[in-house]
């Protein structure tokens, strides 16, 4: 399939030239043409913020939710229609902190959906301030001083929640980027991929070269089924890993957990509502 079919045609992108978001747009775009996909069963969720839009610049369908909410819509979104492919994207800032409590409830009911962050440590659509996983003592125009604050480590979270797939990339690298993606797409459950990407106008600290410099990749022999030795890489914090960290096949997703498709196994949209059983309900609530 070709990924010009991703395109949006002639419209305004609000991002910053050089900016780390257009990379991750091409790779998606790639990786979905590539996992040939057909749009029509496509949904992104998105929240609030510069990644947030991403949506928007391609081709697809998509719900925009409110900051930090992404994820209970595509979750949502995937247990009504299970035959869709359901991509949450975000920011640091809008899944790691606004919606951090939805980020570690997500991880526990491991719906089938992809949810791709764009980890830029910082908040960039509002210009600047530390984000939870801004480094120690990166200055700001609010945090003048430096954060003070421990930054907050998605993927050891995730990895001690039993997430069903973690991941971590560099946009820069498209051809590993892309390729984790496409597992990560194609993984059954719950998977994320926390992509870090520089934020050329308000992130003066970790730059392309910092990104480089900070950065590498596990090793092949790395054992993507070992929970304890995934959470011990994804302790390291001086040099970050790159790769797919940890994979559980073994967990049940919520669609396949709720009980509406025990009996039943279309969608909800397939369904007729038995009219004398719902008549029922309601005349024994009253
Ligand atoms: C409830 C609420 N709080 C705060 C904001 C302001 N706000 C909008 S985007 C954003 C941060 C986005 O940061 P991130 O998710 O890292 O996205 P980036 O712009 O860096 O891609 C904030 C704090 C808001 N829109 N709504
Ligand atoms: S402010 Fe930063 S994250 Fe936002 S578009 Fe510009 S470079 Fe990208
Ligand atoms: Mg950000």
């Known amino acids: 399939m070709d990924k010009k079919l991703f395109d949006m045609g002639k419209i305004d992108i609000a991002w910053c030239p050089g900016c780390g978001n257009y990379g991750i747009l091409n790779i998606l775009k790639e990786a979905l043409a590539e996992l040939d996909i057909d749009q029509m069963n496509i949904v992104f969720v998105s929240g609030i913020g510069q990644a947030a839009k991403i949506p928007h610049y391609l081709r697809a369908h998509f719900f925009n939710g409110l900051h930090g909410r992404a994820l209970p819509p595509a979750t949502a979104i995937k247990a009504s229609n299970p035959g869709l492919t359901v991509i949450a994207e975000s ?32 908040y960039g659509l509002t210009k600047g301030q530390a984000s939870p996983t801004s480094r120690l003592g990166f200055e700001t125009s609010i945090q003048v001083h430096g954060v003070v604050s421990e930054p907050f480590n998605p993927l050891a979270v995730a990895i001690a929640l039993d997430a069903s797939f973690v991941a971590r990339a560099f ?21 994320l991929v926390d992509i870090l990407h520089p934020c050329v106008t308000f992130n003066k600290l970790n730059t392309y070269e910092w990104f480089k410099q900070h950065t590498y990749y596990l090793e092949p022999t790395h054992d993507h089924l070992d929970r304890i030795a995934a959470f011990r890489r994804a302790t390291e914090t001086e040099k970050l890993p790159l790769g797919i960290f940890y994979i559980n096949p073994h967990k049940a997703t919520f669609e396949e957990n709720v009980v509406v498709y025990r009996e039943d196994k279309r969608p909800l949209y397939q369904r007729t509502v038995n009219m004398a059983l719902f008549e029922k309900l309601i005349t024994d609530r009253i």
């Open 91 to 122: 920011g640091d800032g809008d899944t790691y902190g606004e919606g951090g409590n939805h980020f570690i409830h997500t991880i526990r009911r491991n719906p089938d959906i992809t949810n791709i962050v764009h980890n830029n440590m910082v």
């Open 171 to 191: 946009m820069q690298d498209s051809e590993q980027t892309k390729k984790v993606l496409k597992k990560a797409i194609t993984h059954r459950g719950y998977a």
